[in-house]
């Protein structure tokens, strides 16, 4: 079976399932006829093996020809999900050719695009064309439980109609990228589904309808994971539609718009029953490239950082990991544990493991219901295994991919995910809206004069900056409030005194050489790290066309407090703890007043003396940190 994803291609065979029990279990006439089937499933992905397939194929063989000694009238069926993404390179799917030509057991394969002609020719293929109008409209209906027409207002149908026509145009248009597919126009209706529900309780009900905010909400929810301007374009297409059939359905004002990370946070604390019906797990496209948008989540608050309700799952690149089965067997097992204690996960670089957790991932489960209590199940490929895995209703998944591996994640994987795209400038925006007025004011002046003298220094020489530099060092600036935490408002204020760290300690004297002007001291703070980044050789170039006050600040900062020359004496920075600070209080006391740097990246000319750290030279480097030489590691990569 042949389509694009979300087009109920798995759910067909699901639906054969249920009716095929068996001349005793099956509740039609019909199908009483027909034999049991025993399904086999297999999970394809890129990282599956012939082997795994082979192993399906054999296991169902046996199965059959007990069935046969037995005379049971029960059929073994294996079913190929995902057919398309084993990799074509390799010739996985070679394998299926003596299995298909012997046709000692039944097969099922489904795939987003044809096979090549030896797997073609072997079987029989249907290809699910684009729905047409009436297909789309039919599914609308449905997906909103309305059974016919005739019941149905006008205005109503008018909606939906127009609902269609956006939905068509969306996928047509250039200026949104091609990540969309029917199951997010699906999972919009069952939401709207909730107000129809709402408002059919009384009699005139179904004047009401769709309201233009639940419309904007569900968008909100479905259609995200692009930039701001794209989503604009979005929602105006849908609104424009159904506008064209209801002259008063207005877009709602610009104030009732939510930010991504306020859509993020509502949509995770949806209550079980909305969460059954359209609450999709969370795909967090990670704009700045390393990670910083989960650890943001953290820092804000939206995910939950209780090692007890939260675990993260990440996978590293290094080939002696890459194919290590083990490693991916270890961590789909605590996976498994994770959804059924219904603990939230975070999966980090995780694309090996992808494929054994599609049906997780599209939350396609088996429900066993007796009486008042429900379990439901869905399927985990553990190596050529797949197993049936209870999850828990509380159970929720998000997963992190960078924004620069979009093109190369397969469009059944982006069509299971609510998708939120997210930068630093997100979470900055939303501490600097909780300052008071006069904090606003003085943030704004001092993102300002930063990227003017980033623009008059010129950004070329600044090494390693790019758009997430400067709103990173702004948001260190802004400390949240714990204890008035209950407020909306106010949440967070300017964090002048404690945004150093053992790097920066020594040019705390400069920067607050005038302590009541809150807005030179956080300005010269940014301006510290900024420096941090440029070479000896284009300061002394570029001294000279600041003013001399300013020229003579950056001068004195940059050659006496900051470490450019020597890396031993960096490093010796990095891993020291400054003396005065020390001399000032407890440790408890020095983590108020100091932040600890723990990871750097150096850019330097030559690599000699790091390629020449060794057992003897790193000890020599780190003895007054630490006595115990077992305590430091050099990766030479």
Same mark, same amino acid.
């Given at each position: 079976?042949?389509?694009?994803?979300?087009?109920?291609?798995?759910?067909?065979?699901?639906?054969?399932?249920?009716?095929?029990?068996?001349?005793?279990?099956?509740?039609?006439?019909?199908?009483?006829?027909?034999?049991?089937?025993?399904?086999?499933?297999?999970?394809?992905?890129?990282?599956?093996?012939?082997?795994?397939?082979?192993?399906?194929?054999?296991?169902?063989?046996?199965?059959?020809?007990?069935?046969?000694?037995?005379?049971?009238?029960?059929?073994?069926?294996?079913?190929?999900?995902?057919?398309?993404?084993?990799?074509?390179?390799?010739?996985?799917?070679?394998?299926?050719?003596?299995?298909?030509?012997?046709?000692?057991?039944?097969?099922?394969?489904?795939?987003?695009?044809?096979?090549?002609?030896?797997?073609?020719?072997?079987?029989?293929?249907?290809?699910?064309?684009?729905?047409?109008?009436?297909?789309?409209?039919?599914?609308?209906?449905?997906?909103?439980?309305?059974?016919?027409?005739?019941?149905?207002?006008?205005?109503?149908?008018?909606?939906?109609?127009?609902?269609?026509?956006?939905?068509?145009?969306?996928?047509?248009?250039?200026?949104?990228?091609?990540?969309?597919?029917?199951?997010?126009?699906?999972?919009?209706?069952?939401?709207?589904?909730?107000?129809?529900?709402?408002?059919?309780?009384?009699?005139?009900?179904?004047?009401?309808?769709?309201?233009?905010?639940?419309?904007?909400?569900?968008?909100?929810?479905?259609?995200?994971?692009?930039?701001?301007?794209?989503?604009?374009?979005?929602?105006?297409?849908?609104?424009?539609?159904?506008?064209?059939?209801?002259?008063?359905?207005?877009?709602?004002?610009?104030?009732?718009?939510?930010?991504?990370?306020?859509?993020?946070?509502?949509?995770?604390?949806?209550?079980?029953?909305?969460?059954?019906?359209?609450?999709?797990?969370?795909?967090?496209?990670?704009?700045?490239?390393?990670?910083?948008?989960?650890?943001?989540?953290?820092?804000?608050?939206?995910?939950?950082?209780?090692?007890?309700?939260?675990?993260?799952?990440?996978?590293?690149?290094?080939?002696?990991?890459?194919?290590?089965?083990?490693?991916?067997?270890? @961590?789909?097992?605590?996976?498994?544990?994770?959804?059924?204690?219904?603990?939230?996960?975070?999966?980090?670089?995780?694309?090996?493991?992808?494929?054994?957790?599609?049906?997780?991932?599209?939350?396609?489960?088996?429900?066993?219901?007796?009486? $008042?209590?429900?379990?439901?199940?869905?399927?985990?490929?553990?190596?050529?295994?797949?197993?049936?895995?209870?999850?828990?209703?509380?159970?929720?998944?998000?997963?992190?991919?960078?924004?620069?591996?979009?093109?190369?994640?397969?469009?059944?994987?982006?069509?299971?995910?609510?998708?939120?795209?997210?930068?630093?400038?997100?979470?900055?925006? @939303?501490?600097?809206?909780?300052?008071?007025?006069?904090?606003?004011?003085?943030?704004?002046?001092?993102?300002?004069?930063?990227?003017?003298?980033?623009?008059?220094?010129?950004?070329?020489?600044?090494?390693?900056?790019?758009?997430?530099?400067?709103?990173?060092?702004?948001?260190?600036?802004?400390?949240?409030?714990?204890?008035?935490?209950?407020?909306?408002?106010?949440?967070?204020?300017?964090?002048?005194?404690?945004?150093?760290?053992?790097?920066?300690?020594?040019?705390?004297?400069?920067?607050?050489?005038?302590?009541?002007?809150?807005?030179?001291?956080?300005?010269?703070?940014?301006?510290?790290?900024?420096?941090?980044?440029?070479?000896?050789?284009?300061?002394?170039?570029?001294?000279?066309?600041?003013?001399?006050?300013?020229?003579?600040?950056?001068?004195?900062?940059?050659?006496?407090?900051?470490?450019?020359?020597?890396?031993?004496?960096?490093?010796?920075?990095?891993?020291?703890?400054?003396?005065?600070?020390?001399?000032?209080? $407890?440790?408890?006391?020095?983590?108020?007043?100091?932040?600890?740097?723990?990871?750097?990246?150096?850019?330097?000319?030559?690599?000699?003396?790091?390629?020449?750290?060794?057992?003897?030279?790193?000890?020599?480097?780190?003895?007054?940190?630490?006595?115990?030489? $077992?305590?430091?590691?050099?990766?030479?990569?």
């Amino acid at each position: 079976i042949i389509g694009a994803p979300g087009q109920s291609k798995t759910l067909s065979f699901q639906i054969v399932l249920q009716n095929l029990q068996g001349s005793q279990l099956s509740t039609k006439p019909f199908c009483k006829r027909l034999p049991a089937m025993d399904p086999f499933f297999c999970l394809g992905s890129k990282y599956s093996r012939s082997e795994d397939i082979a192993y399906v194929f054999d296991r169902a063989i046996k199965r059959e020809q007990q069935y046969e000694q037995n005379r049971m009238e029960t059929r073994c069926v294996v079913f190929l999900d995902e057919a398309s993404l084993p990799d074509e390179n390799k010739m996985v799917l070679k394998v299926l050719h003596p299995y298909l030509d012997e046709c000692k057991v039944a097969f099922v394969a489904v795939a987003n695009k044809a096979f090549d002609a030896a797997n073609a020719n072997r079987m029989i293929c249907i290809y699910r064309s684009l729905p047409s109008k009436d297909d789309q409209k039919i599914l609308a209906y449905g997906c909103l439980g309305l059974q016919t027409e005739q019941y149905i207002d006008k205005r109503l149908e008018l909606i939906i109609t127009g609902l269609c026509n956006g939905y068509r145009q969306v996928l047509n248009s250039q200026d949104i990228p091609k990540i969309f597919h029917d199951r997010d126009f699906i999972y919009t209706l069952r939401e709207l589904r909730f107000e129809l529900t709402t408002s059919t309780m009384t009699e005139n009900a179904s004047v009401t309808g769709i309201k233009p905010l639940s419309l904007l909400r569900a968008l909100e929810h479905n259609f995200n994971g692009i930039s701001n301007e794209q989503f604009q374009k979005l929602t105006e297409i849908f609104f424009n539609c159904v506008r064209q059939q209801c002259k008063d359905f207005l877009l709602p004002s610009k104030k009732e718009q939510r930010s991504t990370l306020n859509i993020l946070s509502d949509s995770l604390q949806l209550d079980s029953i909305r969460r059954r019906l359209y609450g999709r797990y969370k795909l967090i496209i990670d704009e700045s490239e390393d990670e910083s948008a989960i650890r943001l989540l953290f820092q804000t608050g939206i995910i939950d950082s209780d090692p007890n309700k939260t675990t993260i799952f990440r996978m590293s690149d290094f080939p002696d990991d890459i194919n290590n089965e083990i490693r991916n067997v270890e @961590i789909l097992s605590t996976i498994k544990l994770c959804m059924e204690t219904g603990k939230t996960i975070i999966m980090i670089n995780t694309g090996r493991i992808h494929g054994s957790l599609y049906d997780v991932f599209n939350q396609n489960f088996s429900i066993m219901a007796t009486g $008042d209590t429900r379990k439901i199940f869905s399927k985990v490929a553990i190596g050529p295994k797949t197993l049936d895995v209870p999850v828990n209703e509380e159970f929720q998944c998000l997963v992190q991919i960078k924004h620069s591996e979009m093109k190369e994640i397969p469009a059944p994987f982006l069509s299971r995910f609510q998708k939120y795209s997210l930068n630093i400038n997100d979470f900055y925006r @939303i501490q600097f809206e909780n300052l008071s007025k006069t904090d606003q004011i003085i943030m704004k002046n001092i993102e300002d004069k930063a990227r003017t003298f980033i623009e008059h220094y010129g950004k070329q020489y600044f090494y390693g900056l790019n758009d997430n530099t400067l709103y990173s060092c702004l948001l260190s600036l802004i400390k949240i409030n714990e204890n008035n935490m209950e407020q909306e408002k106010n949440k967070t204020y300017l964090n002048v005194h404690h945004h150093y760290t053992q790097l920066e300690q020594k040019s705390k004297l400069i920067i607050e050489e005038n302590p009541t002007d809150i807005q030179q001291c956080l300005l010269r703070s940014i301006l510290s790290k900024l420096i941090q980044l440029v070479s000896p050789e284009s300061l002394i170039l570029k001294l000279p066309t600041f003013e001399d006050s300013i020229a003579r600040w950056l001068c004195t900062n940059y050659f006496q407090n900051q470490e450019h020359f020597n890396i031993e004496n960096f490093i010796r920075q990095l891993t020291t703890i400054p003396t005065d600070m020390i001399n000032e209080g $407890d440790q408890q006391q020095l983590s108020q007043k100091i932040n600890i740097t723990t990871k750097v990246t150096i850019f330097t000319r030559t690599s000699s003396y790091i390629l020449g750290l060794n057992k003897n030279s790193k000890y020599q480097l780190f003895k007054e940190t630490t006595d115990n030489n $077992d305590e430091i590691d050099v990766l030479n990569l």
